[in-house]
């Protein structure tokens, strides 16, 4: 009896469309599904007459693997997860490898690397990004895990992968353990941030210059063309000219602004919290999220709060030429934010990641898949010890051409009343970034005062603290120096 290449267990939007690439790819695949009604449903629908086996149980998949065994989870992330590693386990035999698929967060793929290889399997989770089109016709994969295990999928994942204009895979294996699912969350926090970013950039040309979608449309369009290029600038032209079948008003205008989230823009806003690296721009996006929720509270507020009598009396022309500026100005130090992160996770966690591969894979398949990716790469693989983007001479002149707009179009913004969270916290980052000094020495002093927390001088060594009697009657007494 012949035997399939791999299994999936999961046959959501997700696990369908990647076993179709799969088989498309010239892979045998066998199916599993909890409801066993699903696996009928696709057997006989969508992958009707394809190399795909259905099957209906646990130990029935498995039997109809090949050595070793390759079993990928498409799951709800959380308990789901390990309920199916536990299911498979005792049908496993050792060097089989498990392929958590979902968006699961990294600590747990963490647990679950050194779990299951105390059972002498193999684990893997990977990142998963493009959505629906993207598991069908090609995503960016992110593995890590069990580096024995690489071998073993690296001819499928890379054939399945979305390709770069030079035939080059969107998948290169990540690192140890958790590393391929902290990327995909790095991914998923600068998505948050770039899609704030392009809403802003919007609600300032509705806003301030009162156009219509119909008039952004050519605007995105002509953005798409250059700088900008990206798969979020594409599908917002497709947004802005899109009509309600009801009303036959634009799309934008029905729609309620309350966004959803799942959670990994806020596993990435608190893991840079962990790490100690600013990542203002993702936690920004994370809480225009959160303050869009509370509809009905801003509701009542905008009947009694008020808001700048503001005019713009300008060129319009001109300001949205400024617009575009702020928008790839904000988008370069929100992606310097998740490299920076990537790098403290690297030291903390013990992964060697290429951060030029990470640029290259996230250039195809991907939702934040766009033209300026090659120029990260570019930059790492100029200097991979790079500390920051902004320190590498295309993106440090690239924001000196486009600061003195990024800072009128923030300051316009701010006098008009029109929230801009991504844009201007984008802009404090560079500002801070940039500073050799900041007001932190005022915050060393406050905290001395009412804690004794001690400080550094500038006139002595590094890691020399002091602690100063403020009020004359405080001793000389002294907290112990810590950094949370």
């Known amino acids: 009896m012949d035997k399939y290449d791999i299994g999936l267990i999961g046959l959501a939007v997700m696990g369908e469309n990647l076993v179709l690439n799969m088989e498309r790819n010239g892979y045998s695949v066998a199916v599993f599904n909890r409801t066993t009604s699903k696996v009928d449903n696709f057997i006989n629908g969508r992958a009707k007459g394809k190399n795909i086996l259905g099957c209906y149980s646990i130990e029935e998949l498995v039997t109809n693997l090949e050595c070793p065994r390759k079993v990928m989870l498409l799951v709800k992330a959380g308990k789901p997860v390990d309920a199916f590693i536990d299911l498979l386990i005792p049908h496993l035999e050792p060097g089989d490898i498990i392929i958590d698929g979902g968006n699961s967060h990294f600590p747990d793929t963490i647990r679950r690397t050194e779990y299951v290889?105390?059972?002498?399997?193999?684990?893997?989770?990977?990142?998963?990004?493009?959505?629906?089109?993207?598991?069908?016709?090609?995503?960016?994969?992110?593995?890590?895990?069990?580096?024995?295990?690489?071998?073993?999928?690296?001819?499928?994942?890379?054939?399945?992968?979305?390709?770069?204009?030079?035939?080059?895979?969107?998948?290169?294996?990540?690192?140890?353990?958790?590393?391929?699912?902290?990327?995909?969350?790095?991914?998923?926090?600068?998505?948050?941030?770039?899609?704030?970013?392009?809403?802003?950039?919007?609600?300032?040309?509705?806003?301030?210059?009162?156009?219509?979608?119909?008039?952004?449309?050519?605007?995105?369009?002509?953005?798409?063309?250059?700088?900008?290029?990206?798969?979020?600038?594409?599908?917002?032209?497709?947004?802005?000219?899109?009509?309600?079948?009801?009303?036959?008003?634009?799309?934008?205008?029905?729609?309620?602004?309350?966004?959803?989230?799942?959670?990994?823009?806020?596993?990435?806003?608190?893991?840079?919290?962990?790490?100690?690296?600013?990542?203002?721009?993702?936690?920004?996006?994370?809480?225009?999220?959160?303050?869009?929720?509370?509809?009905?509270?801003?509701?009542?507020?905008?009947?009694?709060?008020?808001?700048?009598?503001?005019?713009?009396?300008?060129?319009?022309?001109?300001?949205?030429?400024?617009?575009?500026?702020?928008?790839?100005?904000?988008?370069?130090c929100s992606y310097a934010q998740g490299f920076q992160m990537m790098k403290a996770a690297a030291v903390e966690y013990r992964w060697n990641l290429n951060f030029g591969e990470i640029a290259l894979m996230w250039r195809g398949g991907c939702i934040i898949r766009a033209q300026f990716l090659g120029r990260i790469k570019e930059a790492f693989d100029k200097n991979p010890d790079l500390q920051n983007l902004l320190m590498d001479d295309y993106f440090k002149q690239a924001i000196e051409k486009n600061q003195t707009a990024w800072r009128k179009v923030v300051a316009k913004a701010i006098e008009m009343g029109i929230p801009v969270p991504a844009f201007s916290s984008a802009l404090a980052y560079y500002d801070g970034y940039r500073s050799e000094r900041l007001s932190a020495n005022l915050l060393q002093a406050q905290r001395d005062y009412f804690g004794a927390h001690t400080y550094e001088r500038i006139d002595k060594p590094r890691g020399e603290f002091f602690h100063t009697d403020w009020t004359g009657h405080g001793g000389k007494t002294a907290s112990t120096t810590y950094n949370v």
């Open 117 to 332: 290889e105390s059972k002498g399997l193999l684990f893997i989770g990977t990142g998963v990004s493009g959505g629906e089109e993207g598991a069908l016709n090609g995503p960016s994969i992110m593995p890590g895990g069990s580096a024995k295990a690489w071998p073993h999928v690296k001819s499928i994942f890379q054939k399945i992968a979305a390709k770069v204009d030079d035939g080059s895979p969107c998948c290169e294996w990540i690192g140890e353990n958790g590393a391929g699912h902290f990327v995909k969350m790095v991914h998923n926090g600068i998505e948050y941030g770039d899609m704030q970013m392009v809403s802003e950039a919007y609600w300032i040309m509705k806003n301030a210059l009162e156009m219509t979608p119909d008039d952004m449309q050519s605007v995105f369009q002509e953005w798409n063309k250059g700088e900008l290029d990206s798969y979020l600038i594409e599908i917002t032209t497709d947004i802005m000219g899109k009509k309600d079948d009801e009303t036959g008003k634009p799309m934008l205008d029905v729609i309620m602004d309350k966004a959803g989230q799942k959670g990994t823009g806020r596993w990435a806003s608190l893991e840079a919290l962990n790490l100690g690296t600013p990542a203002p721009t993702v936690v920004e996006a994370v809480f225009a999220r959160a303050m869009s929720a509370i509809k009905e509270e801003r509701v009542e507020a905008a009947k009694v709060l008020n808001s700048p009598e503001v005019k713009f009396d300008g060129d319009k022309t001109e300001f949205i030429e400024m617009i575009r500026q702020a928008l790839y100005a904000s988008k370069i």
